[in-house]
């Protein structure tokens, strides 16, 4: 080849100036500073083919500092993939191009995961590198050998999340996931020491990672770099020492090329200074051919793979795996499989745990785990036994204290595909892994959320432990899927819609406490997200609405009413994304416009005048909780049958 | 004194045993284990004077590892508070008790802070050491000169927000800062070497920390250890090697003593072990008047401080500042003190930058920062300069890339007192601080959140940028101030009414883009949280409710409105728990039940049915959002007033 490796490396200089000025918007500063990297990695390291972005043991590449998007978008590019194309390229940033400001996974086939939020990028590619090694370990090595390359900055590495994630990966000997750190010592504030004194690689190291280090700007010693990381048996963090904005001959090395176009003149002086002298967007032929030729680098290993694959004995399950289809009436058979053994009353953690049973029996793809809560949120089935970085094939992950890089983690599994993971911690934490729900909702990731204790229903640990808010404020959170079921039959069925979703998230929000049964079966109507669970005897006046444990309140609510001669219905709302997706018939049938309605949840009223209207009734908790014993508790906060029976009464004489 | 450590330390494990066995729920593992270690720092560390919790120059004592309760209520007790008292303690995990489940600041004096969400109590610690240097420098070590001290279990170090906080104490060199450690090696899975292979004290000293190691049952080797650690002018992690409920002969060193109550017999023989032959809830005198001798070792302090004080030149003031008292009409005069600079048409993040130009100057109790994005959140006025391990008395810190760590540091600076802390980063993050968030709501906590880039408004940055769910979600939080400007004007008045309010967060929901000025002053509006803004002119038929950078749009469609003899009025939220608090009167002349009302906001619309009712409109963004310029965007969502007028034109045909 007569192409320099310097000339491949600014052919993504010189896209990423050009999308970044064309959009007048854009980080430029992290694509030329890891230009000459990221030219190795793609040019030598990288397993892929353009040909089929989806080729299941292709290499993951994840770009965790995901403002440098223009990065992948001129890889994907310029190694031929059928998109961006460079038209694309020219609308960067501009709305409906498949060149987002940040790379969405959902946008281009390539981009492995969405990233920007800070630090996830990271975490999720040590999802995908344990759903790597745990596939190995199910499969072979003839069907699954592929390693995880990341691309982080610093700000990934300041994140908190960023200890999760390299705990996780160091604890389990992810030998075959590498960090491409582009260690430029800039921040947006300024420089790096501004805020942080810290030995990173000494951090890497005491969590069991392997550190190399590296001139970013020397290919012979950044080959040298990413060699010693692929042969090492731990995973790496290779500290790539960079100019930020790399060619940008006044603004390089300062937070000046992170954020903004470089400017007109300022564009220039690189193009003279990198010798690059062809019009924007344009990539003079012999590199655009070099880079192609190099994009088919990997063409040989994929049919190789699939020659392999073509012959394997497992060839049928591995695809059913990639492939993932689950079919709803399989996975609600499955779910209610132990139902012959659930008490009468249990609380819906415990119901989980009887359909968890079924499901993780009857479909090996589930892989489990519980940020240190496995004996509460009753996560950890008999088939399931603990992965460790001696036994791979394991299914059930002790994510330890790190509620956040679980999430994270499950993402990337899910993203890798062939496992469907599903993890436990308390609903109340949700907060803490709350910026990876909300990406596993934007990235349309088959995670499957269990949060136990999930109301006052904690009891004695009290406000700090107890969700109050949560529930509805994960339900703002688009294609997210809540369901808070009401009892046995209904954690069943919830169960079995989460596992047969395959476009996005599921969170289960679940009771610490028994509750009643009160439904023995029959359709399946949790799928319609609320339903008419008990039809009025008397006279219909009011319907209650009423989700999780509050159901059977709302049930003895509507004996005391009946008890009056009030007709009372009762309606079980498990899942309000569910039900806003029925028709309108539907949903005026169940909840109807013309009459009293009544919510019951033990948590924020805010939300509930949508199905109550602004004359309904809502009975609910919009304060912090308190610590006592459960029963105290429902007393404390009104939350109970002679409680609320008398305010309906009232309401009804107005 | 004739009483042997053990007997003290045993004092503390009896009361926890009892504690926990009353309540039958509970941690006895965690007190039991580090009653050796207490016992040192309290008897002869810890500078504290149980006759005045509020000392403002006393330690400050974090039980960050807050499910072990009953080890600061004990001590709190053994050492002569007046809280709790052994009926106090005896009621542990009762509703009403001031013995909570978990440590609450509001039930007793003398805990410094709310702990039970992991990872959060030691980074609130680094907010107070901070706090602690800062005064310190601002005043002098006459007034201020006082250590932090941290209990961290396992999982507090395990949880992401560790790193952060470690990080930032690294950096700044707060070496008053000392954690203890407990490192019993047990998590409530088991072995902590399920989830982590972690050497903690490499990773504490990579960022600067100095490490002391015990035996944390060897009384000797535990005092030289402190000694060791309060010598050494870097913050210290003190290992104390534990074992989890020590005592309990048959459960001590397994998760078992974690969690739950010892039970009758095991509590029995642990007496036995122990050679504790007092009643439950019973301390044998001698011990009892150790305890209480040890509690009158800091009076002499306290009373010299008291002399020093009273002579110092800077009485008043510091007085004022631990006071904390802010007259809202003053602020509100410093908030519009730079009024005439401020132009028309500017966004409401700058407009805050105008405001907190005047409030900086003229309160230098505020103490300001960003998690690395200063220059886009403009939060640093020309008043502030850097806080750094050289000059504690800057006001302003740079956080770097560590958002939850910022808002935990910010809870312990407002905890500590005398400083009152303000801190940016983009609305869309304000996910990564939720728990903390929710914790200055739990704990009255002074704090001010300055989330800027609040909406789609984002533009080229995408959907991982762009707060969608955030305003609402935030307003769901109990005692958290949620403020929205649509103005400068507004933007000055809610920055008054935040600083002003003593007893709990405010958080300011700020636009990137440049905004209309809708008001020209007058009386201060935002107090009310909702106001009309315009009156309808022709005779009215619709409400138009908005905030933020929704409100000028609101204005516009009210104008097209008119255009059509459609009278509307304008009404502008800025704080809907500031409306809520209004009387029913107000907001029903405001928000009239009679009349199509309908919303305006870039965000989800759920919650809002709150005042639109179920028959009003509601224009608002209920996905995710995109990536593209604002302008474009707003189109996209059908946010401007092209697209919403007809929608009120055709509801009201209806």
Known sequence: MGVAPTDLANAIRALSMDGVEAANSGHPGMPMG???????????????????????????????????????????????????????????????????????????????????????????????????????????????????????????????????????????????????????????????????????????????????????????????????????????????????????????????????????????????????????????????????????????????????????????EFERRIAGDVDLEDAAGWAFSNWDRVPVSVATRKSSEFALEGLTAAMPELVGGSADLTGSNFTKTPVLSNMSAEDYAGRYINYGIREFGMAAAMNGMALHGGVIPFGGTF???????????????????????????????????????????????LRMIPNLDVYRPCDAVETAECWALAVAKKDGPSLLALSRQNLQQVRTGGDMLSAKGGYRLRAAIAPRQVVLLATGSEVEIAIAVASALEAQGIGADVVSMPCWSRFEAQDSAYRADVIPLDMLRVSIEAGVTLGWERYTGENGLRIGIDS?????PIKALYEHFGLTTDAITPQIVEKLKK
């Open 34 to 316: 890891m230009a000459d990297v990221a030219t190795v990695l793609f040019t030598k390291y990288l397993k892929f083919d353009p040909a089929d972005p989806k080729w299941p043991d292709r290499d993951r590449f994840v770009l965790s500092a995901g403002h440098g998007s223009m990065l992948i978008y001129a890889l994907l590019y310029l190694t031929g993939y059928e998109q961006p194309t460079i038209d694309d390229i020219r609308q960067f940033r501009q709305l409906g191009s498949h060149c987002a400001g940040h790379p969405e996974n959902f946008e281009l086939p390539g981009v492995e995961c969405t990233t920007g939020p800070l630090g996830q990028g990271l975490a999720m590619a040590v999802g995908m590198a344990i759903a790597e090694r745990h596939l190995n370990a199910v499969f072979d090595a003839a069907l699954v050998d592929h390693r995880t390359w990341v691309v982080a900055g610093d700000g990934c590495l300041m994140e908190g999340i960023n200890h999760e994630a390299v705990g996780l990966a160091g604890h389990l000997g992810l030998g075959r996931l590498n960090v491409l750190w582009d260690d430029n010592r800039i921040t947006i504030d300024g420089a790096v020491s501004l805020s942080s004194s810290e030995d990173i690689p000494a951090r890497y190291r005491a969590s069991g990672w392997h550190v190399a280090e590296c001139d970013g700007h020397d290919f012979v010693d950044i080959d040298r770099a990413l060699a010693e990381a692929a042969a090492d048996p731990r995973p790496s963090l290779v500290r790539c020492r960079t100019i930020i904005g790399k060619g940008a001959p006044n603004k390089q090395g300062t937070s000046k090329t992170h954020g903004s176009a470089l400017g007109k003149d300022e564009v220039a002086a690189a193009r003279a200074n990198l010798g690059w002298h062809a019009a924007p967007f344009e990539i003079p032929e012999d590199i655009r051919k070099a880079w192609l030729d190099f994009g088919k680098r990997g063409a040989r290993d994929h049919a190789a793979w699939q020659d392999r694959l073509a012959t394997h004995s497992d060839r049928a």
């Open 427 to 473: 609903l109340v934490f949700a907060d803490y892994a709350r910026p990876a729900i909300r990406l596993s909702a934007i990235q349309q990731a088959r995670v499957i959320y269990v949060m136990t204790h999930d109301s006052i229903g904690v009891g004695e640990d009290g406000p700090t432990h107890q969700p109050i808010e949560h529930v509805m404020s």
């Open 624 to 628: 912090f909780g308190a610590s006592g």
